[in-house]
């Protein structure tokens, strides 16, 4: 059973497109991060997320954390080629015995067309 | 910022053999540092938990013969692949976070091809 339930899985849009990606769990979470990485390179953390109902927005994109702690969203507006990657949301389950012991979703993959 | 290094970033190595894959932190100490496996178009997999100086944590169903974890020093931990064989063929990424910060690093990723 994977803990960290992220969809969609794959993505594939035109430029201009808005996307919304979901990651949803049965578990509360401590903190909540979403990483983007490319092909052949490491994860590169895009935003933090630790308060129930919270909000950040990082220029297109905007995450928000559920109310529960239990769910998260990253929502891209008019998404450009350049945002082509695999997403990731990964978070530390309340209780868990160390930050870095990060519980992953499965990732989406986005494509954006030109 | 914090900077963590893998190293090699890519290795291509005959069936039977062993491999070692470096994470370092070059610009803090890292008492914990994690390692992962990714297959292509997947997300990332914990294998194991190194800790400085002690034993390494493995994850359910990750053998620890098969992956020696070593973490000798504050800046330094190791994952070597033993008695390759095909099947382990991936991409392996470690992490580690500055003390005292709550956000991790990660390295760039060694991709281990066994032929």
């Known amino acids: 059973t994977q803990l960290l339930e992220q969809s969609p899985q794959f993505l594939s849009i035109q430029e201009g497109e808005n996307l919304t990606v979901y990651c949803n769990s049965s578990?509360?979470?401590?903190?909540l991060q979403w990483y983007r990485q490319e092909p052949g390179e490491g994860p590169v953390l895009l935003v933090t997320?630790?308060?129930?109902?919270e909000v950040k927005k990082l220029k297109r994109l905007t995450f928000q954390f559920g109310d529960a702690r239990k769910d998260s969203s990253l929502h891209i507006t008019a998404a450009q080629p350049g945002d082509t990657g695999l997403y990731l949301c990964?978070?530390?389950?309340?209780?868990?015995?160390?930050?870095?012991?990060?519980?992953f979703g499965q990732g989406t993959i986005l494509t954006v067309h030109p | 910022g914090a900077v963590v290094s893998q190293h090699p970033s890519r290795v291509i190595c005959k069936s039977g053999t062993s491999v070692k894959i470096e994470c370092r932190s070059l610009?803090?100490?890292?008492?914990?540092m994690f390692w992962y496996r990714q297959f292509p178009k997947q997300s990332l997999m914990l294998m194991a938990t190194?800790?400085?100086?002690?034993?390494?944590?493995?994850e359910q169903g990750v053998e620890k013969d098969k992956f020696l974890i070593n973490h000798a020093s504050l800046t330094l931990s190791t994952l070597t692949v033993t008695s390759a064989h095909p099947e382990d063929s991936s991409f392996y990424i470690c992490?580690?976070?500055?003390?005292?910060?709550?956000?991790?690093?990660f390295g760039a990723g060694s991709r281990l091809t066994v032929l």
């Open positions: 610009d803090f100490q890292a008492t914990t």
């Open positions: 578990s509360v979470f401590s903190s």
């Open positions: 992490s580690a976070s500055r003390p005292g910060a709550n956000v991790l690093t």
């Open positions: 190194s800790n400085e100086g002690s034993k390494a944590t493995y």
């Open positions: 990964a978070g530390v389950v309340v209780g868990g015995t160390s930050y870095g012991k990060l519980t």
């Open positions: 997320v630790v308060t129930g109902g």
